[in-house]
């Protein structure tokens, strides 16, 4: 098993450009070949203006095409939130998006599942648990509903909830 980290460390060419790429990932699958598993930490493109991230890679698309299995990992708030991503899986089904918090606890650490988030997004997922929340108990505010979605096991980031309630 071989890590790589980071795929800029080790490319001495162009990363943008498909033909020096191409060449760093024949070296690569010549590892993979003989049966040896290669990580390859590469980061996405930055966030845009309106704070969306792509789920490209950053650089040459020849990158993306020569990788086997593509996991994204954002902080879209830089905090403790995640998402990770299955963007491409060329041996399996993609498996769905989910939502993970990244708790410290004294000496250790620990990625808490929070769910997926299914197609439609996060929104269209919490929107009539958040109607079902609203309706049991009018006038609650957003701290309160986010602890009920909580207990309900339908977690999610305090902007994600505000957004939500910003389209309501």
């Known amino acids: 098993f071989i890590t790589i980290d980071s795929l800029v460390r080790i490319h001495g060419g162009d ?33 845009s203006a309106n704070g969306e991230y792509g789920s490209q890679m950053r650089g040459s698309g020849d990158i993306q095409a020569s990788v086997d299995c593509q996991l994204s990992l954002v902080r879209p708030y830089h905090d403790d939130y995640l998402t990770l991503e299955q963007v491409k899986n060329r041996n399996a089904p993609e498996l769905p998006t989910i939502e993970l918090n990244f708790t410290k606890h004294g000496e250790y650490s620990e990625f808490v599942y929070l769910g997926q988030i299914k197609n439609g997004g996060k929104h269209a997922e919490l929107k009539p648990i958040v109607l079902q929340v609203i309706g049991t108990e ?20 305090p902007k994600t909830l505000r957004k939500l309630l910003g389209t309501m």
């Open 15 to 47: 990363e943008n450009t498909a033909q020096d790429s191409a060449k760093v990932f024949r070296l690569i699958r010549k590892l993979t070949s003989a049966g040896i598993t290669v990580l390859v930490i590469h980061h996405n493109t930055k966030a």
């Open 138 to 157: 009018p006038g609650i505010n957003q701290s309160n509903i986010n602890q009920q979605l909580l207990e309900l096991g339908h977690g999610t980031h």
